[in-house]
C-alpha cells in the first residue's frame, strides 16, 4: 500500500491530499530515511511524522485497504 493511503486509511493524517504534501515537504521518514508518497509500506516500518509541534513515531502493525474509526489505530503501534 502507498504511504499516503497508509497515513490516511490509519487515520494517522485525516486527508490524502495533507499526507501526499507532508511527504512531498520530508516530513515523513521511514526507517531513518525520508520517503515519497509512492513508497510501499511493510509491516515492521517505522514511520517518523513531523507534524504540528509533537512530532509521531510509529511502527507498522498491520495493512489494510479499510478500516473503520475503532480498528484504525490497530494498525500501528506508538513508540517512545
Known amino acids: 500500500m502507498r504511504l499516503d493511503k497508509y497515513l490516511k486509511v490509519s487515520r494517522i493524517i485525516k486527508r490524502r491530499t495533507v499526507a501526499n504534501e507532508a511527504c512531498d515537504a520530508g516530513?515523513?521518514?521511514v526507517n531513518g530515511k525520508p520517503a515519497r508518497a509512492s513508497y510501499d509500506v511493510k509491516v515492521g516500518d517505522v514511520l517518523e511524522i513531523a507534524l504540528g509541534t509533537?512530532?509521531?513515531k510509529a511502527e507498522?502493525?498491520?495493512i489494510n485497504e479499510y478500516a473503520k474509526k475503532e480498528d484504525a489505530p490497530l494498525m500501528y503501534k506508538i513508540l517512545e
Open 54 to 56: 509533537k512530532p509521531i
Open 60 to 62: 507498522v502493525v498491520s
Open 27 to 29: 516530513r515523513v521518514i
